[in-house]
C-alpha cells in the first residue's frame, strides 16, 4: 500500500553536489521517522542520515557539515542535500521511513535505492 520512490542519484565530481528526494505514496496516513541509508559493496549498511516528525536531525560524523536531511510533510518527501562531495562517499543511497496507513499502524518501507558515484 505504500511505496518510496527515490530520485537524484548521479555521477559527479568530487567537490560537487547533489540533492536526493525521496517521496512516500499510496495509503498514507502518518510519517514519524524518515532516514537515509547507504550501502557499498563489502561494507556494512550505515545510516547517513535521520529526522524525525518534528525535525530533529541527527547524522553520521562523516558527512557532518556536508549533508543536510530535511523534509516536506505536505509532500510526504524527504531530501538529502550533499555538498562537498568525497569519492569515499560513493554508495548506493537507500530511502527509509517509518509509515502509518489508515489503520494508524506502522511499517518499515524501504526505497530501491539510487546510485551515488563520486569521481576522483
Known amino acids: 500500500q505504500v511505496q518510496l520512490v527515490e530520485s537524484g542519484g548521479g555521477l559527479v565530481q568530487a567537490g560537487g553536489s547533489l540533492r536526493l528526494s525521496c517521496a512516500a505514496s499510496?495509503?498514507?496516513?502518518?510519517?514519524?521517522?524518515m532516514r537515509w541509508y547507504r550501502q557499498t559493496p563489502g561494507k556494512q549498511r550505515e545510516l547517513v542520515a535521520d529526522i524525525t516528525s518534528g525535525g530533529s536531525t541527527n547524522y553520521a560524523d562523516s558527512v557532518k557539515g556536508r549533508f543536510t536531511i530535511s523534509r516536506d510533510n505536505a509532500k510526504n518527501t524527504v531530501y538529502l542535500q550533499m555538498n562537498s562531495l568525497k569519492p569515499e562517499d560513493t554508495a548506493g543511497y537507500l530511502c527509509n521511513a517509518d509509515v502509518a496507513s489508515y489503520s494508524r499502524i506502522h511499517f518499515n518501507y524501504w526505497g530501491q535505492g539510487t546510485q551515488v558515484t563520486v569521481s576522483s
Open positions: 499510496g495509503s498514507v496516513f502518518s510519517i514519524n521517522a
